[in-house]
């Protein structure tokens, strides 16, 4: 396994050596990514000062003294998807720390984190600027001057922009994490019957119980029920589909009942659900702050992260489009980190020019 991590490092690793890479990381418990970050940050800092080759072999002698001395069922695996999976966590813990970025990659303007751009808007037509984590119910009280009687029945929008998220609290209790170019609409309070809000974009919901009162969620042409229950929906407007995931408790789309690791899928255009088994506690990671693409294709993962670093991308091939990819990161992560993480694992290479990203095929 040391001889094939030194390869790796110097890239020198051919395709059958990283499968066997994949399988020996696997077998041995090693995929465990927070223990691999801890000895790289440990030995790069003001020790690197030879060749490329030698800092690799003084990274794996200190991996090796690390899990020589520990029981590797003492490690918390960070990445249980498979052994594909357990490459990307060791290219990440040393490839990225060794790999030298190309310049190029700090001409792209990442706008990321833009909390004073969420924004909530009154009935009246003013704006206030959201801070991270905001308790409306308490802002709306303070700042609202409407009777109560007409605060109650008015409709109020929270917009969070490109690059961020934001968690709000509503009066019930229901907390609620927006994600970037979503608007949830809502009442200050909600009536006796129901609780009803509008999405548009995507969120994550953990909804307060209150068997009396069902909270129902509009987006993009269907209607989910719950009563209490954790789940996440995304309707953007420029998507075919609306998705809702279910994490715990139970839902209805349309009716339609879904239980928790079930995914309901409504096409706008024939108005047709379907339903598809899910992780679906990948949802609840996102809303925690991660970035988690479960073998998704590079299609989506890149327009996903346009919406967390604002730019605008395209393929040199129709065929890179599908190329799949495992990984987990923090939101907070640079950009360059994410591009040059895919560029070790994959077939992938980017060419940066400002806010715009072209994504070309590494083998030609």
Same mark, same amino acid.
């Given at each position: 396994? /040391?001889?094939?991590? &030194?390869?790796m490092?110097? #890239?020198?690793?051919?395709?059958?050596?990283r499968?066997?890479?994949?399988?020996?990381?696997?077998?041995?418990?090693?995929?465990?990514?927070?223990?691999?970050?801890?000895?790289?940050?440990?030995?790069?800092?003001?020790?690197?000062?030879? =060749?490329?080759?030698?800092?690799?072999?003084?990274?794996?002698?200190?991996?090796?003294?690390?899990?020589?001395?520990?029981?590797?069922?003492?490690l918390?695996?960070?990445?249980?998807?498979?052994?594909?999976?357990?490459?990307? =966590? +060791?290219?990440?813990a040393v490839? +990225?720390?060794?790999?030298?970025?190309? !310049?190029?990659?700090?001409?792209?303007?990442?706008?990321?984190?833009?909390?004073?751009?969420?924004?909530?808007e009154?009935?009246?037509g003013k =704006?206030?600027?959201?801070?991270?984590?905001?308790?409306i119910?308490?802002?709306?009280?303070?700042?609202?001057?409407?009777?109560?009687?007409?605060?109650?029945?008015?409709?109020? *929008?929270?917009?969070?922009p490109l $690059?961020?998220?934001?968690?709000i609290?509503?009066?019930?209790?229901t907390?609620?994490?927006?994600?970037?170019?979503s608007?949830l609409?809502?009442?200050?309070?909600?009536?006796?019957?129901?609780?009803?809000?509008?999405?548009? $974009?995507?969120?994550?919901?953990?909804? #307060?119980?209150?068997?009396?009162?069902?909270?129902?969620?509009? /987006? $993009?042409?269907?209607?989910?029920?719950?009563?209490?229950?954790?789940?996440?929906?995304?309707?953007?407007?420029?998507?075919?589909?609306?998705?809702?995931?279910?994490?715990?408790?139970?839902?209805?789309?349309?009716n339609?009942?879904? *239980?928790?690791?079930?995914?309901?899928?409504?096409?706008?255009?024939?108005?047709? +659900?379907?339903?598809?088994?899910?992780? /679906?506690? +990948?949802y609840?990671? &996102?809303a925690? $702050? %991660?970035f988690?693409?479960?073998?998704?294709?590079?299609?989506?993962? %890149?327009?996903?992260? !346009? %919406?967390?670093y604002?730019? #605008?991308?395209?393929?040199n #091939?129709?065929?890179?489009?599908?190329? &799949?990819?495992?990984?987990?990161?923090?939101h907070?992560?640079?950009?360059? @980190?994410i591009?040059?993480? %895919?560029e070790?694992?994959?077939?992938?290479?980017?060419?940066?020019?400002?806010?715009?990203?072209?994504?070309?095929? @590494?083998g030609k």
């Amino acid at each position: 396994m /040391a001889q094939l991590l &030194r390869k790796m490092v110097t #890239e020198e690793l051919s395709d059958t050596e990283r499968q066997k890479l994949a399988m020996l990381i696997t077998k041995n418990n090693l995929n465990n990514q927070e223990d691999l970050n801890s000895i790289i940050s440990k030995v790069v800092n003001n020790k690197f000062t030879t =060749t490329k080759r030698e800092s690799a072999d003084k990274v794996l002698e200190e991996i090796k003294l690390k899990f020589n001395t520990q029981r590797p069922s003492a490690l918390r695996r960070l990445l249980p998807y498979s052994a594909a999976a357990a490459v990307v =966590t +060791i290219m990440m813990a040393v490839g +990225i720390y060794l790999t030298k970025i190309q !310049s190029h990659y700090n001409n792209i303007r990442v706008e990321q984190y833009n909390v004073e751009n969420t924004t909530l808007e009154f009935p009246s037509g003013k =704006t206030l600027s959201l801070k991270k984590e905001a308790d409306i119910a308490s802002l709306i009280a303070q700042v609202d001057t409407l009777p109560e009687e007409k605060i109650n029945t008015k409709r109020y *929008t929270i917009t969070v922009p490109l $690059g961020t998220s934001h968690t709000i609290s509503l009066k019930d209790g229901t907390n609620i994490t927006l994600f970037p170019q979503s608007k949830l609409t809502f009442p200050a309070h909600f009536n006796t019957s129901q609780r009803l809000v509008t999405l548009e $974009g995507e969120a994550y919901f953990d909804v #307060e119980s209150d068997p009396t009162k069902p909270f129902l969620i509009e /987006a $993009g042409g269907s209607i989910v029920k719950v009563l209490g229950t954790s789940f996440n929906v995304r309707a953007y407007p420029n998507e075919n589909k609306v998705e809702t995931a279910l994490v715990s408790g139970k839902v209805n789309m349309n009716n339609i009942k879904i *239980t928790p690791d079930q995914m309901a899928v409504y096409d706008r255009a024939d108005q047709t +659900i379907k339903i598809l088994t899910v992780n /679906a506690s +990948i949802y609840q990671e &996102r809303a925690n $702050g %991660m970035f988690v693409f479960d073998n998704k294709r590079l299609e989506e993962i %890149m327009y996903d992260l !346009s %919406m967390w670093y604002n730019f #605008e991308y395209d393929f040199n #091939e129709e065929s890179m489009r599908n190329k &799949r990819f495992r990984f987990k990161l923090s939101h907070k992560e640079d950009f360059k @980190k994410i591009m040059g993480m %895919m560029e070790l694992t994959g077939d992938v290479k980017f060419k940066v020019e400002d806010q715009h990203v072209l994504i070309l095929n @590494k083998g030609k």
